[in-house]
């Protein structure tokens, strides 16, 4: 069974400072991979996704992901944080292919940003 | 508004009543998913129907639950009995061909 590991639960910065989330998936086999972010009050929505090909992915508002397979990661990252960064951040794991069709969560990551 | 609608958006109800709460989709996606998502916690995924089939189930928490799809366009999700662990925020997010999954605003179960 797929798991996925987000290792900061609570992360507080200032704005411009750098960010970087962590997420560790364990499936043996080929994946997709996401980063789902929920403003308060909002829905969760995409940030960024990879599936294949160049494992620096970019997404909306500045963030990028990169896939390095040897380590089953997949860290979310942001030169300089903005206030408006404030949010719950998931990283998420598709198995691909044939089998069982299950996605899976991590627990999130609250960041608060201060201005 | 276009997006993944579900209703009702808060539900309380007393232990041993049954509940549905209705989801729907983007109407072009076929894909339509159910999770449920508890404080401090990431969605945690219960099943996913492609059309009107449902192709997993497994991770349906007990025979309480279950789900219907029955034309390929909204979906149920009903809890029998209701238990106060099930007391949860219920998320349905849909997807087209590709896995982005678009989320609705959930809805938010309170057992009593």
């Known amino acids: 069974a797929q798991s996925v590991s987000q290792h900061n639960h609570h992360v507080i910065l200032s704005e411009a400072a750098s960010l970087e989330l962590g997420c560790n998936y364990s499936y043996g086999g080929t994946v997709n991979l996401f980063w789902y972010v929920q403003y308060p009050g909002q829905h969760l929505q995409l940030l960024l996704k990879y599936f294949s090909g160049d494992p620096l992915v970019k997404g909306i508002k500045g963030f990028e992901a990169e896939f390095i397979k040897s380590k089953f990661s997949f860290n979310l990252r942001k030169p300089s944080v903005q206030w408006s960064d404030t949010a719950e951040y998931f990283c998420?794991?598709?198995?691909?292919?044939?089998?069982?069709?299950?996605?899976?969560f991590g627990r999130g990551t609250s960041l608060i940003v201060h201005p | 508004d276009t997006g993944v609608s579900q209703d009702p958006r808060h539900k309380i109800t007393k232990r041993g009543q049954n509940v549905t709460f209705r989801c729907d989709p983007i109407?072009?996606?076929?894909?339509l998913y159910w999770y449920r998502q508890t404080l401090g916690q990431g969605p945690e995924f219960l099943t996913y129907?492609?059309?009107?089939?449902?192709?997993?189930k497994s991770r349906l928490l007990s025979d309480r639950f279950s789900a219907e799809r029955p034309k390929g366009s909204f979906s149920t999700l009903e809890i029998q009995r209701t238990e106060q662990g099930d007391s949860a925020m219920y998320l349905c997010?849909?997807?087209?061909?590709?896995?982005?999954?678009?989320f609705g605003p959930g809805t938010r179960l309170t057992v009593l």
């Open positions: 998420a794991v598709n198995a691909r292919g044939g089998g069982s069709y299950i996605p899976t």
């Open positions: 109407s072009e996606h076929n894909r």
């Open positions: 129907f492609q059309n009107e089939a449902q192709l997993e």
């Open positions: 997010a849909s997807s087209a061909r590709g896995d982005e999954q678009f």
